[in-house]
């Protein structure tokens, strides 16, 4: 029986985090923040049309804001929450009132045991990149939902006899959409791992996930897979890796029940070079064809930069609960964007390099992407969704009181059964200057461009916001 998820679930999932976690002894530091924004935004292009159908417009916002942090030997907690009323000059039946919320709740319940982990947000989603993209809280365009998506795992971890490991957790999550037209869904994942060392890089594995969506409209994806993995030592600082399972997915659809299960292999090295370098290269075959892995991490001095291929098999519903953005200031710009969650799979091939240099001043930020989505459903038409893009950022730090920051992006979407392939350039500045009595200066411009296979659905803007943050 499928029960659709309530939108007061987080609440329900943050009481019990409390309560388990109240074990925690010791001192704790604890923060409490009231706080409020109040601004103004201008845009060019309310509406997001192309250049003959702009509409100037200027908003007023205001945003209360709550943030509360609480740190102790065996608990940590993070709660930040903020109300965004946005009211329009003209166009008042745009007025709205976006929530975001963010939470984190991790706790040792047992010592060097047993866990318990929680996490809820609240985010504006964008549901089409095809369309045009918001910046929250100028545009409306109607490619926006609010979305809720919370988990909690409890989590086992122990050592059996000094030879081996085990690993333990089960998560149960939601995602809880506020329109009542979008599919809600509920998931619960189990992992489960036990290894050891077997001396000079030699390690062995077994694991072994199963995972679950069930959506309010009866349709269901269940995805497990189970490994075994050797790793034979060859030297001081590499090792041969032999991985072999079995991939076990099932989905139940409008369309019928439909299985893609196999066996699959995996063999390559892992590694140090040098002191500053990791690697770990994999290449074998898995249902879906060949498959290979690279991750390969460099960290000297002030600069860390990462190269890592995958190819895994997971659901929409799923891949939103492990979200995360790259960096904060795309999901700034447009919103949490986050898969819609549908009753599919999809073999999903992703590279990204990314990483950051620290310098006296500020910090310089990079990652570039590619990212392929090979849908399992048997559905008619294309099944292949492709998207790119390259984000950098670099923050300037005059003093301890005011902050620059520069911020580019650009992202490429070729989506399922579409012959449009739209693209997003994006720049952004931000500044933001702390005066007396926690008060604080924030001015941000915007300049959006996209470019699309369609002429019609072409578009730039330019935006701005100046307003003032006072915390208590």
Do not use: C, H
Not at 192 to 215: C, I, K, M, Q, V
Not at 389 to 409: C, E, F, I, K, Q
């Amino acid at each position: 029986m499928v029960i659709k998820p309530s939108r007061y679930s987080a609440a329900a999932l943050v009481g019990v985090s409390i309560v388990l976690a109240s074990t925690a002894r010791a001192q704790v530091e604890v923060e409490f923040t009231p706080g409020i924004f109040a601004g103004v935004n201008y845009t060019d292009n309310l509406r997001l049309q192309n250049d003959e159908n702009k509409i100037e417009q200027l908003s007023y916002v205001i945003t209360p804001e709550i943030s509360f942090s609480r740190r102790g030997p065996r608990m940590q907690t993070l709660f930040d929450y903020r109300a965004q009323g946005i009211f329009y000059d003209t166009e008042t039946r745009d007025d709205a009132v976006l929530s975001f919320l963010r939470f984190n709740n991790d706790a040792e319940l047992v010592e060097n045991n047993l866990f318990f982990d929680v996490s809820a947000n609240i985010t504006q989603q964008i549901l089409d990149p095809g369309e045009a993209i918001p910046i929250s809280g100028i545009n409306d365009v109607g490619n926006r939902a609010e979305v809720l998506t919370a988990f909690a795992v409890p989590r086992w971890e122990s050592t059996l006899g000094g030879f081996a490991q085990t690993q333990l957790s089960y998560r149960a999550g939601i995602v809880d959409y506020k329109e009542p037209e979008l599919r809600d869904s509920k998931e619960g994942r189990l992992d489960a791992a036990l290894s050891g060392f077997l001396g000079r890089n030699s390690t062995w594995l077994l694991a072994y996930y199963d995972a679950g969506a069930e959506y309010d409209t009866d349709e269901e994806v269940n995805l497990s897979t189970f490994t075994a993995e050797l790793a034979i030592g060859i030297g001081a600082k590499t090792a041969l890796v032999l991985t072999g399972g079995y991939d076990s997915n099932n989905f139940v659809s409008a369309l019928g029940e439909r299985d893609v299960e196999d066996d699959f292999w995996l063999v390559g090295f892992r590694g140090t070079l040098g002191r500053f370098t990791e690697y770990d290269v994999r290449a074998g075959e898995r249902f879906f064809g060949d498959t290979y892995a690279v991750n390969i991490t460099r960290e000297r001095g002030n600069l860390t930069g990462t190269i890592d291929y995958s190819e895994s098999v997971t659901s929409q519903g799923q891949a939103q609960l492990d979200f995360e953005s790259v960096f904060d200031f795309v999901s700034d710009i447009t919103g949490e964007e986050l898969p819609v969650p549908l009753p599919n799979a999809y073999v999903r091939k992703r590279l990204q390099v990314s990483g950051d240099w620290q310098l006296p001043t500020g910090v310089v930020q990079f990652a570039v992407f590619d990212e392929d989505r090979q849908f399992l459903d048997g559905l008619p038409g294309d099944n292949d969704e492709r998207m790119r893009g390259a984000s950098t950022s670099y923050r300037w730090t005059g003093g301890t009181r005011t902050t620059v920051t520069v911020d580019l992006s650009w992202r490429r979407f070729e989506l399922r059964n579409s012959t449009d392939t739209p693209e997003d350039i994006r720049v952004q500045l931000r500044t933001r200057r702390e005066f007396a009595n926690n008060t604080f200066l924030n001015v941000t411009v915007w300049r959006n461009k996209r470019g699309a296979t369609v002429p019609t659905r072409a578009f730039t803007e330019n935006a701005g916001s100046i307003g003032l943050t006072k915390q208590f």
